[in-house]
């Protein structure tokens, strides 16, 4: 009964996870119903007529989420359009849950990924390199960059106590603002140009791309960087000191590992990661097959929506990429439910922070979901009350 049990409570948090979705859709079709004054207003008829209602109801609800689905599924346009949008969001994702597991709130990927893709785009369009090599160095750059970035933090964190998130904050305000200043110079400013955007990348320094698509290599880099991260955090020494430094850095130190080391190495690992994101950003190409060019909102918030990812996925590579690739679907699905069912594209960012809500707070689902908790009373052999205690 025992080994009945154990295997008992990995289902019941799939099918919370799975309960999470269903309610941040039905959450979801519930604002669309609301905010929309001439679906809402059939409601004024809901006694004398409930068809009105509901059809129109049904009709917003359901062209939104076919729109969202067809953006992003519905075909090899759409579903490379999705990898495109994860693959910085995985490599993003990646450093942050890196960072978790070392006992770190980085909260400066975007910072990171800022300098990664300032770097990676400046190597791209000023230098002049052979094929391949010409790639190679730019995203050996950018990803230096990004380490570089985040290991001020990770020294400022082990040198002289000084808090990451508030060091990372700062930087990302840094970053941000050494970018703006860099497009008003001549080493990054277009010539010709008054506006604050850089030259185009070379060919030679952009992702190769599947012809007349968005699947490009950054996505395969995206998984092997997700391989390397599992790898590197369960198979390796170096790994198994962050996961200790992260759970007890006491004991860590105890047992003869140096926290500061730890700590500078985590955090580099983590900022090479996310400017691995900034790099797929400056040379991930579109469907014209030229990356777009370097300019402030370029990266957008792929560092912020990174953090959200990271606690999706639990921190782990493979829940880091299946949440990548969810908000990378969502990303895509947006623009096409704003445009053929006149739903604003916004809803997708409340969509996926319904999602992050419910997964991370499985007793809010239980609470909705009454049966989940009969489920576990039966499991633990206890009985449900209000007040959380068996009689």
């Not at 689905?69 to 890196?98: D, H, N, W, Y």
């Not at 990661?273 to 040379?283: K, N, R, S």
Request: hydrophobic residues 55%.
């Amino acid at each position: 009964m025992a080994e009945r049990r154990g295997w008992a409570v990995p289902w019941r948090d799939v099918l919370i996870t799975l309960l999470a979705f269903v309610l941040a859709f039905v959450v979801g079709a519930v604002l669309m119903v609301v905010s929309d004054a001439e679906v809402s207003s059939q409601f004024a008829y809901l006694f004398t007529a409930p068809s009105l209602a509901l059809g129109a109801s049904w009709d917003k609800v359901s062209s939104a989420y076919a729109a969202l689905f067809a953006g992003s599924l519905g075909g090899i346009g759409p579903i490379t359009e999705t990898t495109a949008q994860a693959a910085p969001l995985i490599c993003a994702g990646l450093g942050v849950g890196l960072a978790f597991r070392a006992g770190l709130f980085n909260i400066g990927a975007q910072g990171q990924a800022v300098v990664g893709a300032m770097v990676a785009a400046w190597i791209g369009f000023s230098w002049h390199l052979p094929p391949g090599l010409h790639l190679l160095v730019a995203l050996a750059g950018g990803v230096l960059a990004g380490a570089l970035w985040a290991g001020i933090a990770g020294v400022l964190k082990a040198r002289a106590g000084a808090h990451e998130v508030i060091v990372t904050i700062m930087l990302n305000y840094v970053a941000t603002g050494l970018l703006a200043f860099a497009l008003t110079t001549t080493a990054f400013q277009r010539p010709g140009r008054t506006d604050p955007i850089s030259p185009v990348v070379d060919w030679n320094a952009t992702m190769p791309r599947l012809e007349g698509t968005r699947l490009h290599l950054g996505f395969l880099i995206a998984l092997l960087a997700a391989a390397a991260v599992w790898f590197l955090m369960e198979r390796t020494t170096s790994g198994f000191r962050v996961k200790a430094v992260g759970l007890n850095p006491d004991a860590s130190r105890t047992a003869g590992m140096s926290v500061p080391s730890t700590t500078v190495l985590a955090m580099l690992l983590a900022g090479g990661l996310a400017g691995l994101a900034g790099v797929q950003a400056a040379l991930g190409p579109t469907v014209a097959g030229t990356p777009t060019p370097l300019s402030a909102g370029l990266v957008g918030s792929i560092g912020f929506d990174a953090i959200t990812v990271a606690l999706l996925g639990r921190s782990r590579p493979v829940g880091t990429v299946l949440a990548g690739l969810l908000f990378g679907a969502l990303h895509a699905g947006g623009l096409a439910m704003q445009s053929q069912a006149g739903t604003s594209a916004e809803l997708t960012t409340v969509l996926q922070a319904l999602i992050v809500l419910f997964v991370a707070a499985p007793a809010l689902v239980t609470t909705v979901v009454p049966f989940l908790r009969a489920r576990r009373a039966s499991l633990t052999g206890t009985t449900p009350t209000t007040g959380g205690l068996s009689s």
